[in-house]
């Protein structure tokens, strides 16, 4: 089931998702400063491109100082744009029965693109 969400997730607009994550993640990592935030954005471009049956789950270390600091950032500079927009693409889906399991995606989406340093994706 799974393989038939991605791919229909990726011809309906994931594909997008994921060349956006990327390319931005991309640019970021020409910085020193960017590489942290570009690592991030590879990680939502992942997610972004084949998000059924991956989860989004909290590191098994507990959250550093270090990575409290870099969500706060994260956040500040676009980080709640980001996840605003997957939750209007969720709010959107959800209106339909066929485009509740997107809806679904896209709330994923959401907590990870609201914070996600600490967190990582599992099959």
Do not use: E
């Amino acid at each position: 089931m799974s393989i038939l969400g991605n791919l229909l997730w990726i011809l309906l607009g994931g594909l997008l998702v994921f060349l956006g994550y990327l390319i931005g993640g991309l640019i970021l990592c020409l910085t020193l400063i960017g590489i942290p935030f570009g690592v991030q954005c590879m990680k939502l471009s992942i997610l972004g491109l084949v998000p059924f049956g991956k989860k989004v789950v909290d590191s098994h270390q507990p959250p550093t100082a270090l990575s409290i600091i870099m969500n706060i950032i994260w956040i500040l500079v676009g980080g709640i744009w980001i996840a605003f927009v997957h939750l209007v693409f969720a709010v959107l889906l959800g209106i339909t029965v066929v485009g509740l399991p997107f809806a679904k995606q896209h709330i994923k989406l959401t907590g990870l693109a609201f914070a996600p340093f600490g967190k990582t994706l599992r099959s």
